[in-house]
Structure formats: structure tokens, C-alpha cells
């Protein structure tokens, strides 16, 4: 798996840099917060036009630029640094991603190239009251009707679901359960009995919205469901896309946890007490130390499943719920820190930290929890193995 | 008037109040007569609004005033601060003119303590009282001080000495709020709460007989105030009034004004009662790894509870106080950051969300965009180790930069840029 | 429950500390833990002859000197602090709760003075194999033969069960399981059939023994199995037993503990590194405060447990794991804090703080893992609670 | 000779070996090839028994060793430490006495820079060295001294000037170990182990011209050996030797000697790759909170090789170093505790037994009693703490009390008695 970047890699990093901190000030991310879509829709088209950013790893076949997750955990790194207000994650990570791993040949050439462009925004429906990130938590209904299908229920937690031109619905065959009869289902933004409601979030440069379906006539994109076909597809698909997502989450995460450890780290060279900066002061500086080993680790972790994902082999399935974990507990231990190291005034409305303290914990509890993900990789790792590896 | 017994002291101010207490009356009406008779202070001395009792039989008299719903003293940091500092460090004159109004409620307070320059370290604060005849010319900024926004007081440090070492040219002033010179400016937190203000002074003006002890030794009178502070803090127990008629209705009002920016501190707290009725609710409590984390945290918090016990006991024994108030206020960081994970542990997805589409109804959010400040305010963690390890353990203090040089000398914080209101803050990034 | 010492404890704690101090010194300690019998019966006999330390809260009636859990918590502290080598947990804790808990009036008559006077020392088998401190984990069966009962089966993790003259074994009737029909059996140390093996310990200066039971003859000590007699009254005499006893250990532990931090807080005032105190560097310092911290929380709660033993009401179901839990893992961090403070020194056989840690990491481990207490308080905390009750 | 490429040398080294390795040669026999012919020390220059190759192209060499088997140059602190220090800092003449014996294994060497009373501040030593005529006088205490008991030279820090800052009255010698002024005893550690040992110097004797580097100037010196050090600690990858023969049995028991004190570091890193057998084998994986800390560990585990790969790859790239040789450190220990932890929750009672009685075979034991010595050796955590704040993160160092100064001036710690073995420990209550 190879953990550094290359040159050009460090070149693209910089001009993603530049174009994000040009874009998304603190002032603009302030402002984005308080509004219903979240998001500048011009930056938005920018960003498309100028550095094809939402269609970055998407393969050159439906209209993206071919990169590599190891490409996109850099965007997203950067992404995360400015707490960049967009339909990114929403829409190029989890839609896109649901889209790529689950849907027709048809289907990819039909919906792909309008989310690579920028064109259009869509968002995944998975979630719903139960909070579950999984195959077994869907309980919504696709019942086929001539033609189609007509969905009726209700998703929530879904990322940009407001605004979205169109939502990936994941919904389960009449009868089905668990793993069995998951399909894919696309919703234009402004169907007939969709109803959707922005809800207010923890962090407000993330919008969510509770999706409610009532006899939504609906077009399934996932594979047909013949004779001979899978029952467990849709539900492998869902799973791959979710690792996917965890691995970007997990290198967004790490962006935010970095640029917060270098404003708290000058903060600590500059603030003044006692006569010394409070940098020199153990309490404070081993804190800070701390912080850079926990983030050192957090980028390893989140550049090795960059990787993973990338090559796409065995590895991905333990490297993806270790990264959302370990990730997670990272980046909200440094935001909770820097708060401390900054005191009065780090808890305050006017200062940054309390964005990216929410954005950590917010992005903790996305895609399921740290435990969630540490009792997946540990029923990974203690299945019994073949002989003789015990590492 | 002989010492001075439990049962003496119960039944003179039952008879008291048997005569005097009125529901119906004026709250003020009510409380000149509190005032006048010594029953609202009792540990004050009887020259001034007390009745020179012992603080031990305190209690005694609340028990009573309690027994019959009698509306006490004003609430906030009038009486319970600013009073016994201006008592036990106030020229006569400040007595005669400032603490039967803070008694009665007339003149609420606000303390000027804390800039945004020095925070842990408060002695190294930067606003400066100058001469000028009679009077002292203040200017320099305040910040986190509650209630200044209707204050009609505030307790004021400010530096009148800048060529001695920075504990010796501190001065302590009763200033008085609503001057031309003065600006309250609400500031808001992370929760969302302003229940806070920033103070700007600009050329405010104080009368040099409002200095409280002596110019340049203020020091010494704000260890009381904080003394007084913690005191309070340890004490703040307050439930509604019961009960009907004006006085009640009055004083029900007076401490909702004055319990306003407190709304939020139960969830700074982390809302350690709520545990496990939502665990139970959510059906969360079938996750044996949830399980543990409950136990956890109700151990420590129970733990934290009976250490409080014990020193209270102990004290009561006449044993002398031992490290309780650094343990008590770190514990309850420790229990504010544990209860968030806790109830996000439990929430899960739903404490993504916040106001009344949250968990229940946005307290849990509350309560996780709350709880940093429970290991800032009132003294960092990282202080209250300081405090524990030299104070409890003995152990060296490090060795100090700033304390033996005139102040002048000290290096400072770079000063933010004067952010007069009225003129715009754009240029503050900090 | 009281929570402070009366000037009464307080003077009985030093008359036991002196005496403690001068029995029981580091060096007698290191001597001790090196013998097969891990500890001095002239020690033993002169702290029973003098103190009555052995009966000290066994009933006056079975030649107790009737004082209560809080007196002997302060016994165990002090012996504790010192490292006492001693019977006194397995014998006086262990073996005579049992009795006291389980057996029949004349039982109690006539094995509790033996143990009182320290004459005798008892041990108490009861965990087997599988290390499990608990009703369900006892599986030796105790087969009824004319007039008396025969024991087959293994017990291990027996404090000083090479050593007592008294063996109480926890066994079953057979065919039960569970909960269901436990008893206590009494049998000498020397009896046929028995086979006592000492245990090589990691905590030196407590010493352990395996039990083989080869058709061993043994007394029924608690009461009998008539037909109308509660099938449960031996799984609750012996959850009685263990919660008194991790009450008592409970408040060994944290003598251990805070007689650490003492050495400790002031091996940093003395030991000087780039001219100045250790302990004037914050790293070292806020180490020793926040040790302060846990030790002042773990003895609070060692003491309201001891005071819930001794009023024996509701609330010792759930001091007993709490206290057991949080003053384990207390117990533990301070011996591992300890080490670092003191840095190479600290790591070395010469010094002692290695027999506190070995101490605490045995602790920790004897009577189940604080993670198991931890899932008996939250089982008791979560049940269902009347209307309103919400603490 | 032309610029040599990773081709060229392969090629050289490889018809070398084809003509010179012979496994059954004896080992100091083939050890004198090595030296005479610089393949032994290859980045050495070649007038000192090596053949100036680029340190980047070490590996190439080592490679071919190990592709035929070959034997290299004597294990331990000779050639790794006591090598390259006195190439950097030596005279020509040590050079010429002391560089071939290391090389070849004949002299084995040890490190006398720890004392009792300096350990994290080796600056600040106190053992003295006093001229006397061509001699130096050495009269003190070190510590932890591996292989201190059978080695020929020791690598010797000592005082040489009280009157000036602590830094710069030191000076470094290559001190003859077998003399009447030096006893050495071994120091028993927590888990049984005596790994280390405590050298004692009652008027040794050592020749000025044993000098490495000059008279006051020996911290520049020993900080040169404590690079190399962690470049040792780095490398240290050594499994045993395979194939047949005289000097392969022959270097097997010298290795076998010199890795003896390290036998338990396994155990003190926590033995981390036994876990997920523990907990099959147990069935304490069926537990969800075994396998929550499970999880925890193999990630904190993998995070750390993964960070120290990208390290790796970073400089292969030209990019240059961060922190991550603390962080290395630093995870060692957080590793291991945990790792304990985790062994503990997996074993349960059974881990409070040792020897043949304790989970397998006392290895849990073993790790229970090994891991506290993670966070000590080689740089206690806090002082990785310092390295990685000030020199990685570039914030302040602490005012220092005691670089300004004549050493003379500065607090030191009381001595302890000294402990002449010939004379009993009674006295010693450390």
C-alpha cells in the first residue's frame, strides 16, 4: 500500500489549497451555515468548471476525471480543513458511490456524468428512524407497480436530501429481510407525494433532511431481479459503497483535525500568560504533542484506506471501519482540546473551533459509530484464519 | 444579648417573622424591613443589616424563612459578592451607600474581573485607572461578565500601578455601570447562549472614594471576592419559590432575571440524571458496551458525590478542608465530557440533530455543545491541577518569569484591536 | 451512610498503622514473599493476641470483637499500605464471610472462634478453571455418602489454600446447575484425598493454591437440603459473602494506593533533574494531582461501601461493584503512574513499587475484572425503576 | 575507482563473497577478511576498514551477505556506537587501536552514560574525572549498562569541569573495562530479568589519550552516539542466523550472547501479535468488550507501522524527517500498556498467575510485568513528549534554571550512599 503522496499529488493538493481557502473563508462558511441549502451554488459550479472536482474519481467512461480514491481523500483532506459548505460528500461520495456500485451499466451511463459534471446534485436515502448504517436497517418498502415501483416510508439523516435534484433511494423488496432483496432506486428531487424537511443539525455546514414517501412512483436502478439473480447483491453493493463513504468521511475528518492542531499550536506560541507564551508551559505543550501524535496516526490511517480503497482488494473491508473509528476519535479529540488549549475564548460563537467541534462530532456519529465500526473490524480479525497467521 | 444557642436563634426569628412576613407585601417594602431588622444577613455585623450571628447557625434562619415561604435577601452577586467584600474590605462610607441597595435589590451587580488578555492568569490584567482628581480614568475591556447588560455595579479590577511587580498595582472599584463611558455588548458562546458580556471602557470615570481597600492593593480584596465566588457556587441550590402573593410573585420574577443566563449550565453539566431513562428508552441499554460506559459514569459521578460528603463531614468533625474544591470542580469536567459520550453513545444518529428535531428535544445536543466549558469556566483544568498539586501535595511551584519584575516589563498578549462596537470589529480574527 | 472517620477510628487506624509499620516492612515483606507460606505466624499470632485483628468484625457471640465493615476497611487499608503477608483476606474476609453468610447456627458455633482468635486459618475454594467468581461457575459436586458427603472435582485461585488448616468448599448437590443447589462444605487441610499445590503468583506477596478433590470426605456446613428449603439460600449466602468481600478488598486496595502516592509525591519534591524538583514540572505534576484526584474518589467510595456493608441495606448490591470496579482500576493506574514517575528507579526489583503494582494488577483480577462489576451496577442500575425515579 | 551505482557495488560485493566466504573458516579469521577488505563496515572510509561507500547503498551489501548466508561484522554497541563515534570524533591513534578489535568482535564495548542521579537529564551528570599526570582520575556511579559485565571498553561520560554551564565540562573517553577501579553488578528489574547493570568507578584510571574528542567537549560527542543509537534501535531486526558451519556457530553464540538481555523486550512491547490467538483460543472474543479493545489495539498497532512506513516512504521521496521517531516511541508505550490491558481482560484470573503456572506458560505474566519499562528506556514518554512539542511543532522550551550556569551552582540531587558492593547495600532505601 503505498503511504506517501507524490509530487504531483502534493502539486494537486495545492491547488485544490488555494482554491478552497479563495472560496470557503470562515466568513463565507458563516454565512452558508445560516441559509436552507448550505451551500453556494455558485462556488459550487466553480468548482465543477474549474477543477472537476465532483466527478474527480469517477471513471472517464461516465464523464469523470478517473482518479483514485487516494486523489479524492486529498480533496476531501482539504475539503475538511475549511469546512467547505457543499453537496460533495452527499452527492460525489455517497450518491455517486451507490450509483457506481450498484446500479445498471444503463443507469451509470444515464446518471454518472450528470453528478461528474456538477450539473446535478444528488443524495443517497439509507437512513431511517433507527439510525442504522446497514442492510438490515432498510425497511422501506419498493412494491412494484406496472412498470416501476412505488416507495412509501421514511429516510432521514440524508445528507443535501432538501435540495437535492435526486435522491438514491435504497429499499427492499415486498417480504424481504436483513441482507436479502435490497435494491436501488432513483427519485427526481421533485416527485409527486415526496415530501422533505430540512432538519436542523448539530453542525449547520452539513444540511440534512427527513425524507417522507408516499407513494413515490420510483425507477429502479439496480440490477434486474431475475430468477437466477442474487438476493444479497443490492446488499453488497451497499456495503462496498459504505466503505467507500467511511474512507472518505475518514480523510475528511483528518483534514479538519490537522488544520485545527495548526491554529491551536500558534495559538499556544502567541497567547501570553504568566509572562511565558502558554505554549511553554508542559500542561499545554504536551497536550499539543499528544494531539500531533493522535492526527500523525489519524493521516496514516486515513492515507493506508485511501490506499485500500483504491486497490480495491481485501484489505478495504478491515482498513475502512478501522479508519472511520480510529478517525473519528481523533479528530473529536482534537477539537475538544483545541477548545481547552484556546479557553473563554475557544468556547465562543465567534471563534472557529466550536465549527469543526461540531463537524467532528457530527462526522463521529455519521455512517455509524466508532463502536459500531471497532466490533466490525474485530469480528474481522478474530474469524478464525488459516493456519499458522496470527498477526 | 447572651451567645447565641440553635434554639434561641430559632425561636427569636420565628417570632420575628410570625409578626412581620406578609406574601402581600411590596417585594421592596419586604425587603427594607429584612434589612432593617438584620434577618436578611444574620451573619453581617449588626451595625450593618446583620445581626452578627454566627455563620454556623446560618442555616438555622433559612430553615425558618424556608418553614413559612418568607422571600429572602435579592439573589446574584450583589449580596453574595460584592456585600461581604465591601463589609470586610469597604471604607464606612461604602457601607452607609452600597450594601443596603444591594440587599435589598435597589442596585444589582456584576463583577469586572476577567479581559480577554488574561484569563487563567488574572492578575496580569491590563486595564488601567488613572488619576485624575477625585477620580480615576478607566479604560481597557471586560469580558465573561453576567449580568452587566442591567447591572447597575460592577466590581472592578483595573491596574493603577504598571512599575511594581503584578499582584502590587491592582486597584478594586465599586464602578458604577450606566456612564456614557461604558459598553455592554452581549457574547455569544458555542451553544448559541450569550449569556455572557464583554464590557468596554472607554474614559469611563470612577470616584476615588469608590475604591474598595486601598489603591494598589487590590489584590488581596479580589482573593475575597473569589473566595466569596466559590462559596456561592457551593451553595447554589436554588428552586423556584413557592407559594402565592405579590412579595413571591416579585421575587419569582427578580430570580428569573437573574437565573436567566444560567438555562444551560445543567447541560454544561452533561445531564448525568437523563442517563438512564434514555437508555432505557432508546433500548440502548441492551449494548453490553453501553452498559459499561453507563457504569462508568455513574460510578464517577457517584464518586465524585460522596468525596463531596465526606469533606463536608469531615469539616463538620472541625477537621481542617482538604482538596475538595479543585477534586469537585474537576470531577465535574470529567463528568460533563463522559455523560456527552455517554449520551452519544445512546443517541447515536439522533444527536446528529439539534432544537426540537433533536434527541430529546435538542437537550442532547445541548448538552454535547455544552459541555467544553465546564473545564474553562470558573478556572481551567489545567489550573485546578496546579492548584491540587501545590496547594494539596506540596509540591514546587515552577519557576516564575513574571512575578518579581515590574509589570511594565512582563511580556503581555499583543492587544487585540479596540473593538468599540461602534465602530465595527471586522478586523477581529482571532 | 457516614463517611468520615469518628477521633475513636482514627485512633484505632494508628495504633494498627504502628503496629503494621513496625511487622511489616518492606524488607520482612520481600523475605516473606520468597517462603512457601508467605507469611510469619509469630506475626500472625501477636496480631491476633493483641489486636484480635483476625475477629475484629466477627460477632462477639462467635468470639468477634463485634466491630463493623467500617472498622475492618480500616484494617485493610493499613494492611495495604504496608503489604501485609498475611492470611488475613483469605481467612478473615473470605473464609469466615462465608461461614458467617452460609452456615448453620452450630457451624458458626464452632468454626468462627477458631478463625476469630486466629488460631485456625481457613481458606475459601471456590473459583475452579474457568475463573469465574460466581454462583454458576461452580461445577465440583458434592455427592451425599452415609451420613457425610464425598467432593470430586479441582478448585484453584484458593488464597493460602496450601497453608489453612480449614478448607470451606463451594460445591454442588448434584444434577443442579446454576443458581440452584450450592452449599458450603468444611474439610481439613491435611485430608485424605486432597492434593494442595502452591501457585506460582504474580502478586508474590499473596499466595494462591490449586485443590484437587479425589473422593474427599467433607461436612455440610450450611443448612440442610430439607424438602421445603430454598433451593437458592447457598447462591445467595455466597453473593453476601462476595460482595462484603469486594467491599473489603476494595478498601485494601486503596491503602495500597494512597500509600504509593505518598512516596511518590514526594520522591518528586526530592529528586532533582535539570536543576530543579521533578515535581515542579507540570508533566510531572499535574501526574501527581490527578493521582490525587483518583485516590481521594477510590477512598470515598471504598468508604461508603464499607459503610453500606455495615448498615447492610439496599444500597451495598450496588456500592460492591462500583467500589470494586472504580478502585481497581484506581488502584492500578496509580502503580503504573508511580513507575513512570519515578522513572528507571522505579522499574527496578530494589525498589518497591513493583510489589504495589503487582499487587493492584492481581487485585484487580481477584474476585472477576472490574469490567464484570461494571456489568452487575449497570444490570442493577438499568432495571426497570418505580414511577419517577430517575437517579 | 568511479562513482559507484547500486550495479557496481552488487557486482563487487557479490564476486567478493563468491571468493572469500567460506562458512567454515573460524570467526574471527573470517572477521579480519572483512576488515582487511572493508565490505564489513562499507559506508566506513576506506582508510578505516571500510570502503567509503553511500550509506544508501549499505543495503545492497547487506543484501548480498544474507543471499549466501555470510556472516558480517561483530553484533552490539562496538560497531554500532563506539564505531562511528570515534570515526567522527576519535584521534587517528584511537582509531588505529580501537576500530578493528569492534570490528571484528575481539573487544566488546558498553555504554557508561546513565547515572542515578541523571537520568533524563544526562547533561546532568556528576561522575568525575581528574587529571593526574597522562591519566584521568574516574571516581562515580552509572547505570543501566547492558553488557557493562563482560565488555573490554566503556564508552564514558564524566565530569571534567565544575565551572562552567553543565553542557560543557564534560568529556568522553573510551574507558578499559577490566582494571581494579571498577565493579559492575547486575540490576534486577521488576520482572525478574537482569538485563542492565550498575557500574560503579572508584579511582579508575584512564589514559588521556583514551580522550574522544576533547577535554570539556564531550557532550557534542555523546550526542553523535545517541543519534547512532536510535538508528541502531531502528534497525535492530536481527533473527537468527541460518546454515552450517564454524563461523556461522560461532557468530550464532555470540549473538546468542549479546541479544541475551533482550529476551523479555518482546514482552515489554506488549506482545501484541499473541492477542487475537488469546482471545480465540479463550473464547474471550465472544465478549463485545473484549472485542471492543481488541479493535482498539490492532488499530493504535497498525496506525503505528503504517505512520513509521509513510515516514520511510517520505524519505525515500528526498523529503525530510518529521517526527516520527517519537511518535514511534511514544506508541511503543501506548501499545504495550494497552496491550497488557487487553492481555489481562483476555486471561482474567489465570493472569494473576506466573511461571509454568500462568497463561501461556507465564508469557501473559511476563507482559503484565514488562510493559512499564516501555515508557522509561530510551527517553521517557515525557521527554518524547518535549522532543515532538518543541522541535516538531516549534513551540517554546521551558525557562531553564540550570544551562546558564556553573554546574557547580546548579541543584543536584543528594547523593546516595555509595554503594561499594564489598561493603553491603544495607543503607540503600531508595
Redesign the interface.
Known amino acids: 500500500m503505498q503511504l506517501s503522496y507524490s509530487d504531483e499529488q502534493e502539486e494537486f493538493r495545492r491547488v485544490v489549497r488555494r482554491f478552497l481557502e479563495d472560496h470557503s473563508p ?1 466568513a463565507e462558511v458563516r454565512r452558508l451555515m445560516e441559509t436552507n441549502a448550505g451551500y453556494d451554488p455558485a462556488v459550487w459550479a466553480k468548482l465543477s468548471a474549474e477543477l472537476g472536482l465532483p466527478g474527480l474519481h469517477l471513471p472517464e467512461a461516465y464523464g469523470g476525471q478517473g482518479f483514485s480514491t487516494v486523489e479524492l481523500g486529498i480533496v476531501l483532506q482539504e475539503m475538511g480543513r475549511v469546512l467547505l459548505c457543499a453537496p460533495f460528500f452527499g452527492s460525489s461520495v455517497l450518491a455517486a458511490g451507490a450509483i457506481l456500485n450498484a446500479a445498471t451499466e444503463a443507469k451509470k451511463q444515464e446518471l454518472l456524468p450528470l453528478l461528474a459534471s456538477g450539473e446535478r446534485i444528488a443524495a443517497l436515502a439509507l ?1 431511517e428512524a433507527a ?1 442504522r448504517w446497514d442492510a438490515a436497517g432498510v425497511s422501506l418498502v419498493a412494491t412494484p407497480v406496472d412498470g416501476g415501483f412505488r416507495l412509501d416510508g421514511e429516510k432521514t ?1 440524508v445528507l443535501d436530501g432538501h435540495t437535492a435534484d435526486l435522491v438514491v433511494v435504497v429499499a427492499r423488496s415486498p417480504g424481504s429481510s436483513g441482507e436479502d432483496g435490497l435494491a436501488f432506486f432513483s427519485v427526481p428531487g421533485d416527485a409527486a407525494g415526496l415530501e422533505r424537511r430540512r ?5 449547520a455546514t452539513r444540511k ?1 433532511a ?1 425524507l417522507t414517501f408516499s407513494g413515490v412512483r420510483a425507477d429502479r436502478i439496480s440490477g434486474d431481479e431475475t430468477a437466477g439473480a442474487d438476493p444479497r447483491a443490492g446488499a453488497r453493493a451497499l456495503a462496498r459503497t459504505l466503505d467507500f463513504a467511511a474512507v472518505a468521511l475518514a480523510n475528511e475528518m483528518v483534514g479538519g483535525a490537522e488544520k485545527l492542531l495548526e491554529t491551536t499550536v500558534e495559538y499556544a506560541k ?7 507564551p502558554i505554549g511553554s ?1 508542559q ?2 505543550k504536551h497536550k499539543c504533542a499528544n494531539l500531533l501524535l493522535e492526527v500523525e496516526l489519524a493521516k496514516s490511517v486515513a492515507m493506508y484506506a485511501a490506499a485500500a480503497a483504491a486497490e480495491d482488494g481485501d484489505e478495504l473491508a478491515e482498513a475502512a471501519p478501522l479508519a472511520k473509528a480510529l478517525v473519528s476519535d481523533v479528530s473529536l479529540h482534537t477539537a ?1 482540546e483545541s ?2 488549549i484556546h ?9 472557529d ?2 465549527l469543526y ?2 463537524r467532528a ?2 462526522s ?3 455512517l455509524g ?1 466508532p ?1 459500531e465500526h471497532r466490533e466490525r473490524l474485530a469480528q474481522l480479525l478474530l474469524r478464525q484464519r488459516p493456519e499458522g497467521e496470527t498477526r | 444579648m447572651s451567645e447565641p444557642s440553635e434554639a434561641s436563634v430559632r425561636a427569636e426569628v420565628r417570632a420575628w417573622l410570625e409578626a412581620h412576613w406578609d406574601p402581600e407585601l411590596p417585594l421592596r417594602e419586604w425587603r427594607e424591613k429584612l434589612a432593617d431588622s438584620g434577618w436578611g444577613c444574620p451573619s453581617w455585623p449588626e451595625a450593618w443589616l446583620g445581626r452578627g450571628l454566627p455563620v454556623a447557625l446560618e442555616h438555622v434562619v433559612s430553615q425558618e424563612f424556608e418553614r413559612v415561604g418568607a422571600v429572602g435577601i435579592a439573589a446574584g452577586s450583589g449580596p453574595w459578592l460584592a456585600g461581604p467584600t465591601i463589609l470586610e474590605h469597604g471604607s464606612d462610607e461604602l457601607k452607609r451607600s452600597l450594601l443596603r441597595p444591594l440587599v435589598t435589590g435597589e442596585h444589582t451587580w456584576c463583577q469586572l474581573f ?1 479581559e ?6 488574572l492578575a ?1 490584567l491590563t486595564t488601567r485607572a488613572e488619576r485624575d482628581g477625585d477620580e480615576f480614568v478607566i479604560n481597557g475591556q471586560k ?2 461578565n453576567t449580568s452587566a447588560h442591567h447591572a447597575d455595579y460592577g466590581m472592578l479590577l483595573a491596574r493603577t500601578n504598571w512599575e511594581v511587580p503584578k499582584h502590587r498595582g491592582i486597584t478594586y472599584f465599586a464602578l458604577e455601570m450606566k456612564q456614557p463611558g461604558i459598553t455592554v455588548r452581549p ?4 451553544n ?1 447562549h450569550a449569556s455572557f458580556n464583554e464590557v468596554f471602557l472607554n474614559d469611563a470615570r470612577v470616584s476615588a472614594a469608590n475604591v474598595i481597600g486601598e489603591v494598589d492593593r487590590g489584590w488581596t480584596v479580589a482573593l475575597a471576592t473569589l473566595a466569596h465566588e466559590r462559596r456561592m457556587v457551593s451553595l447554589r441550590r436554588e428552586g423556584p419559590l413557592p407559594g402565592r402573593g405579590r412579595a413571591l410573585d416579585e421575587a419569582r420574577e427578580e430570580q428569573a432575571h437573574v437565573m436567566a443566563p444560567y438555562v444551560w449550565y445543567p447541560q454544561r453539566a452533561g445531564r448525568v ?2 442517563v ?2 434514555r ?2 428508552e432508546t433500548g440502548r ?1 441492551d ?3 453501553v ?2 460506559e ?3 459514569l ?3 459521578a ?3 458525590t ?2 463531596a ?2 469533606a463536608r ?2 469539616r ?2 472541625g ?1 481542617p478542608p ?3 474544591g ?2 469537585g470542580k ?2 465535574s469536567s470529567h463528568i460533563a ?1 463522559a455523560a456527552a459520550n455517554v449520551h ?2 445512546i443517541s ?11 434527541a430529546l428535544d ?1 437537550i442532547i ?1 445541548e448538552v ?2 455544552s459541555v ?2 465546564q ?3 470558573g478556572g ?3 489550573i ?3 492548584i ?3 496547594r ?11 512575578t518579581g519584575k515590574p509589570f511594565r516589563d ?5 492587544a487585540r484591536p479596540a473593538r468599540d462596537p461602534g465602530r465595527g470589529r471586522a478586523g ?3
Open positions: 470562515s437512513c439510525g439523516y432538519l436542523s443539525t448539530l453542525d440534512q427527513r502567541t497567547r501570553v500568560q504568566f509572562g511565558r508551559f500542561a499545554i475538544a477548545i481547552q479557553g473563554g475564548i475557544g468556547f465562543t460563537w465567534e471563534h473551533c466550536h467541534f461540531k462530532r457530527s463521529e456519529l455519521l459509530a463502536n | 476577567s480577554p488578555g488574561s484569563g487563567s492568569d496580569g469580558v465573561w457574547l455569544r458562546q458555542m448559541g440524571d437523563l438512564l431513562e437508555a432505557r441499554g449494548d453490553p458496551i452498559r459499561q453507563i457504569a462508568r455513574i460510578s464517577l457517584r464518586a465524585a460522596w468525596t460528603q465526606r463531614e469531615a463538620g468533625r477537621r482538604g482538596p475538595e479543585s477534586i474537576l470531577c465530557r452519544a453513545l447515536g444518529a439522533d444527536a446528529m440533530l439539534s432544537g426540537s428535531d433533536g435538542g445536543a454535547l455543545v467544553p466549558g473545564s474553562i469556566a481551567t483544568d489545567e485546578q491541577h496546579n491540587l498539586a501545590e494539596s501535595l506540596g509540591l514546587p511551584r515552577e519557576p516564575s518569569v513574571d512582563v511580556p503581555k498578549n499583543v477581529d480574527t482571532t
